[in-house]
């Protein structure tokens, strides 16, 4: 049994994910909250949650504020947001902040389906016009969003900050590329902080969009 909780101040919207889990996860279990305090609690009392889903909006929320209250209280538990927000500064910010995907309340039964499935295994999920968006910048966006990473940059990685580089590229969150890279979390979050600083981008998400056309492969051999 599979734990998914959602924290959203509609009654009747609880009810609607709480039917496209049902629907599509059948053996989850469904946790519901109607503001932070509320959410904070349920995450409390039950740390193995595997979904945290949150809205930007709702009391206690502050913003984005919040995002960083219920990472400090909750640090392993992957947190989602789910809202009708729509600037796309906010929704890449709430990755930066520490969620792992955004699923707007605008989206089909489906779409919020294979946004909770994306974010069940861990990978990162943005709806997909804000991805068009970011693959398409302009010159005049370069700086914020670079199209692509510069060679040296990546050169100036160690061995192990490209292993942790390749594993974020997969969707992987800090807590599975420890597992996998058999390190610390603690290890990995420095490892991802030095990664972002040496790449010249402001947050993971600018990261992972920029490591689609790399070879890692390459890369990894000059360290054989």
Partial sequence: MHTVSIADDHPLFREA??????EHYPDYRFLEASNLDEAMQLVDKNPETDL????????GMN???GIVEMRNAAPDVPLGIISAEQDKNVVLKTISYGSIGFIAKSSSRDTIAMA???MLNGQIYLPADIMRD?????DSDKKKQPAA???????????????VFE?????????QISAELNIAETTVKAHVSAILQKLKVTNRIQAVLCASSIDFDQYQRKFR
């Avoid at 970011?134 to 302009?138: E, Y």
Wanted: no cysteine; charged share 25%.
């Fill in 17 to 22: 994910i709480k039917s496209i889990v049902a």
């Fill in 63 to 65: 913003g984005l504020t």
């Fill in 149 to 163: 990473l510069d060679l040296e940059n990546l050169d100036s990685l160690t061995r192990k900050q490209l292993q």
């Fill in 167 to 175: 594993q974020m590229a997969k969707g992987g969150s800090n807590k």
């Fill in 134 to 138: 970011d693959l398409s910048q302009k």
């Fill in 52 to 59: 945290m889903l949150l809205d930007l909006n709702m009391p």
């Fill in 116 to 118: 909770i499935r994306h």
